[in-house]
């Protein structure tokens, strides 16, 4: 699921000029359209400021570190196409009550953490949504809340004690009013975060819990921001936390995933020694209770490539959504992404279940078998490309435990492949059925989750797919190479429903298309959110849609790809909505409005709903 910045693997060279530095290092990738390497066109709607940190201290830190500061600096704006320091951060919009108490986040309408319920299940219930489906076609803004300095849109908000939590892609955590979008306090992270937070009890007051980029975990005083403690759970280079960490019983259950699928397609690096992993954490300390491998195995020497680089594996398998409790068996539920390296891990593209109390690996079943792959497999120099070369059909999307009707119980998921799967947590992960909603591919298939009620699965479908425009045609995004690819807007998309009990279709509707309009896919890869007759999914196109529980009607969509004026009087603008869904509580939908790689539409923007804006 790593949709990354993906730059040519080369030695640095001593050009200080932008231009050059992009040629030199950037343009294989970025002008080629290889797998998941955002065009020049998408990256130039980023920020200066948000490349850098990509280069210096996240995603491309590996590349980064190939160029000098004056190199990292000068592509930097570049590619973005302004200067440092062009968008001023707000001087305004903080609440007059900051030090408000918070001491009863619970006693209110709340959506905590990723899935709202340990099953991950994403479904509000009607009381806490405070929104009823006859309401839903009467949604208007209520207010906007830019982030600063280009920050794009990036985690997806927490809802409790009458205030929002969010995170962003570089690494300002804000509390907000959820009323007014008026700001308690932001707190400075070392790297992005885009994990969702969790609230909970630390003694007598309560803590915002979340990860980073950097495969740091966090604790901080709710109220007010201040930081309370800080693990480091993974200390091989380029581990993050994507999925947000579970909360439960005074115990955090922190996911760690991987960028070395990008990092290790340079001829030169050792690819590849990673393991996914679950690590539990004392929620009071930040101590580690125990940590446990997705891939039981170490890596070893396996072989030496072209260039005679020496290779490891097994390695991948990392876990990028949010975990699944158990509290019937006590057991904790995952999926995996694929393997980095050959041999490709058993365990890879699987349904995983730990013991929540010893984290002893219990059972797993692989939906997808020699799924080994990284971005070599893409790119302009293949030295480190699996020999399996996988179809890198990992999962994104959380395990949904759920219970049937004949008494049985389920994990749903969708997977990159276009597949959806239930499994049965009960009997070893065995398969209860297996329903195909798309072709799949690298970004496509089902991407970051889905929402289940008593009956059905709602599953948004993403099959991304791109087109290359060549010459005269680019325009006036034509690059140094006379053209590039560009995300096919015809292609992608899709809403469905599945039968839990047998995974048949209820029913699907198909994406309305957006046209020839720049930048724009009508696919739907953001996690899908449900309250009681009304499903809501974003889509790469900027819209955010609900969708009519009992036949598929689109009963509600929003554009939210336009300019705002914000309560904290910071430049917004909408753009794609991808990675975190929506949440609901109190009667107010929040959505993140800018997520996007590989040619959305970045935007900056937190939007609020509520009935008539009011």
């Known amino acids: ?39 020049r066109a998408a990256l130039q709607r980023l ?18 570190a190939e160029l000098s500061a004056a190199e990292a600096h000068a592509v930097s704006e570049f590619v973005a196409g302004k200067a440092f320091g062009s968008e001023p951060a707000a001087q305004q919009g903080f609440c007059s009550d900051k030090q408000a108490p918070f001491d009863k986040p619970f006693a209110t309408p709340h959506w905590n953490g990723w899935g709202v319920n340990p099953a991950n299940q994403r479904a509000q219930p009607g009381a806490m949504a405070g929104l009823s489906a006859a309401q839903v076609p009467d949604l208007k803004v209520k207010w906007a809340f830019g982030f600063p300095d280009g920050i794009r849109a990036f985690a997806q908000p927490t809802v ?41 009890p630390v003694g007598e007051r309560w803590a915002a819990y979340f990860g980073d980029q950097a495969a740091q975990a966090y604790a901080l005083d709710a109220g007010t921001g201040k930081l309370l403690w800080k693990t480091h759970v993974e200390e091989l280079p380029f581990a993050v936390i994507t999925g947000a960490p579970a909360l439960y019983d005074g115990r955090l259950y922190v996911p760690v995933s991987s960028y070395e699928e990008v990092t290790g397609a340079a001829p030169g690096y050792e690819c590849c020694k990673f393991r996914g992993s679950v690590v539990a954490l004392d929620a009071s300390t930040g101590k580690q209770v125990w940590k446990s491998y997705t891939i039981p195995d170490a890596p070893r020497p396996v072989k030496k490539n072209a260039r005679g680089t020496q290779l490891w594996g097994p390695s991948g398998a990392g876990v990028w959504s949010a975990p699944t409790l158990d509290l019937k068996k006590r057991a904790i539920y995952v999926t995996t992404g694929d393997s980095y390296s050959d041999p490709a891990a058993r365990t890879s593209d699987a349904f995983v279940a730990f013991d929540m109390d010893t984290g002893k690996l219990l059972w797993s079943r692989q939906m997808t078998a020699g799924d080994a792959f990284n971005i070599a497999c893409g790119g302009p120099e293949p030295a480190n490309c699996p020999e399996a070369k996988g179809p890198d059909f990992d ?3 959380s395990p949904i435990l759920v219970e049937l009707a004949n008494g049985k119980r389920a994990l749903v998921a969708g997977q990159k492949s ?32 889905s929402a289940v009620d008593g009956q059905n699965v709602y599953v948004a479908l993403s099959d991304v797919r791109f087109r290359f425009v060549a010459g005269a045609a680019a325009g006036a995004n034509k690059t ?19 039968s ?9 509707t198909p994406p309305p298309g957006c046209g020839e309009k720049h930048g724009c896919s009508p696919a739907q890869s953001a996690a899908v959110t449900l309250i009681p007759g009304v499903v809501f999914s974003g889509g790469l196109d900027g819209h955010l849609r609900g969708y009519s529980m009992t036949d598929g009607r689109i009963v509600w969509d929003a554009d939210t790809a336009r300019e705002y004026r914000t309560v904290n009087g910071v430049k917004a603008t909408g753009g794609s909505i991808d990675g975190p869904g929506p949440v609901v509580a109190g009667g107010i939908l929040y959505v993140n409005s800018g997520y996007a790689f590989l040619g959305g539409m970045p935007g900056n923007v937190l939007l609020a709903f509520s009935v008539d804006g009011k």
């Open 500 to 508: 839990l009990a047998t995974g048949e279709r209820v029913w699907h």
């Open 418 to 449: 276009g597949v959806v799967h239930a499994v049965d947590p009960d009997q070893q992960g065995e398969v209860l059925w297996q329903t195909r909603i798309g072709e799949g591919g690298a970004v496509g298939g089902v991407q970051w989750g």
């Open 47 to 64: 920020s200066p400021e948000s490349v850098l940190q990509a280069l210096t201290s996240s995603t491309m830190a590996r590349q980064g």
């Open 480 to 498: 140094l190479f006379g053209g590039y690819s560009e995300m096919d807007s015809k292609a992608g998309g899709g809403m469905f429903a599945l």
């Open 160 to 200: 409790a004690g009458g205030r929002i939590f969010i995170g962003s892609d570089r690494g300002k955590v804000c509390s907000l009013d959820a009323v007014t979008g008026c700001t308690y306090w932001v707190f400075e992270a070392s790297a992005p975060v885009r994990a969702a937070i969790s609230i909970g």
């Open 395 to 397: 999962f994104g999307s």
């Open 1 to 39: 699921m790593r949709l990354l910045i993906c730059l040519l693997l080369a030695g640095a060279g001593l050009a200080q000029d932008g231009a050059t530095v992009y040629v030199k290092h950037c343009s294989q990738c970025h002008d080629k359209g290889v797998s998941r390497a955002p065009l």
